[in-house]
C-alpha cells in the first residue's frame, strides 16, 4: 500500500517567493496532520485537519502560512511570502482517529531552503 | 501546554541495551508514543503505552508509569542500525494530535 505521498522533496526558493507543498494521505485515513522540523524547535505541529475541516491550526506562525485540505486525498501547505527562517523540513502525516494508538504515519518530507 | 524531556544524546555499543527516559507534563494526558528517525528520513512509529506497565515489540520495549508521568524506551541487542533519533510523544484525551519531545540521538559504535 502507498504510504503518505509529499511533493515536493527539495525545494530551494528566494525570499519572498510563494512556495506550495503537497500532501496525499494514506487512502481511509481522516486525519491530516501538517508538521515542521527543525534543530532548534524540533518537531512541531502547524496544523491538524479532521475529516478535511481545520480542527487545531494554533501552530501556524503567522499570515504568511495557509493550508487547505479541499477533498479526503489531498492537501497543501502555502508560504507566501516566504523567508529564510522557513526553512525546514516539513512533514505530512496521517492516521485515522477511531484508531486512537498514537501512530502517525508520516510522508518523507519536504526539505525547504529559502534564501 | 505540555512539556516533554528527553536527553539530547546517548551512545552505546552494538550487542548492549540501552535506555532512554522520557518525562512529560500534560493536561488529559491520554498515551506515550515512541518514534524512530533516521537522518533525513521520516518518523516511524515503534510503541505506544496507554496503561502503566511493559510494552514489548521484538528487541524494543516501552514502558510507561502515569503518576510519575515518566516512560522509557529499551532498546536490546544494539545494531548499528538503531544509531538514530528516538522521540517520545504524548496524546491528550479528546485530541488526535501528538506533542513530540526534542529527541535522542543514539550512536551505537562497534
Known amino acids: 500500500d502507498a504510504g503518505v505521498i509529499q511533493s515536493p522533496r527539495h525545494e530551494v526558493t528566494e525570499m519572498g517567493q510563494e512556495v506550495t507543498l503537497r500532501c496525499k494521505p494514506i487512502s481511509g485515513h481522516n486525519s491530516l496532520f501538517w508538521y515542521r522540523q527543525t534543530m532548534m524547535r524540533g518537531l512541531e505541529l502547524l496544523i491538524y485537519?479532521?475529516?478535511?475541516?481545520?480542527?487545531?491550526d494554533s501552530g501556524m506562525p503567522e499570515d504568511r502560512f495557509s493550508a487547505k485540505m479541499p477533498n479526503a486525498s489531498f492537501s497543501t501547505l502555502k508560504i507566501q511570502p516566504s523567508e529564510p527562517r522557513d526553512s525546514a523540513v516539513y512533514f505530512c502525516?496521517?492516521?485515522?482517529?477511531?484508531?486512537?494508538?498514537?501512530?502517525?504515519?508520516f510522508g518523507e518530507g519536504s526539505r525547504l531552503t529559502v534564501l | 501546554g505540555q512539556s516533554l524531556e528527553q536527553p539530547s544524546e546517548v551512545t552505546a555499543v552494538e550487542g548492549a541495551i540501552v535506555q532512554i527516559n522520557c518525562t512529560y507534563q500534560?493536561?488529559?494526558?491520554?498515551?506515550l508514543s515512541w518514534y524512530q528517525q533516521h537522518d533525513g528520513g521520516a518518523p516511524t512509529f515503534l510503541s505506544y503505552?496507554?496503561?502503566?506497565g511493559l510494552e514489548e515489540t521484538g528487541r524494543f520495549s516501552s514502558f510507561l508509569s502515569r503518576s510519575d508521568s515518566y516512560g522509557y524506551l529499551l532498546l536490546q541487542e544494539l545494531q548499528m542500525k538503531d544509531s538514530a533519533s528516538y522521540f517520545c510523544?504524548?496524546?491528550?484525551?479528546?485530541?488526535?494530535?501528538?506533542?513530540f519531545g526534542k529527541g535522542t540521538m543514539l550512536l551505537v559504535s562497534p
Open positions: 510523544a504524548v496524546s491528550r484525551s479528546g485530541y488526535s494530535t501528538l506533542t
Open positions: 485537519f479532521n475529516n478535511n475541516v481545520p480542527i487545531d
Open positions: 502525516a496521517s492516521s485515522h482517529t477511531r484508531r486512537n494508538t498514537g501512530e502517525l504515519f
Open positions: 503505552n496507554a496503561l502503566d
Open positions: 500534560t493536561s488529559g494526558f491520554y498515551g
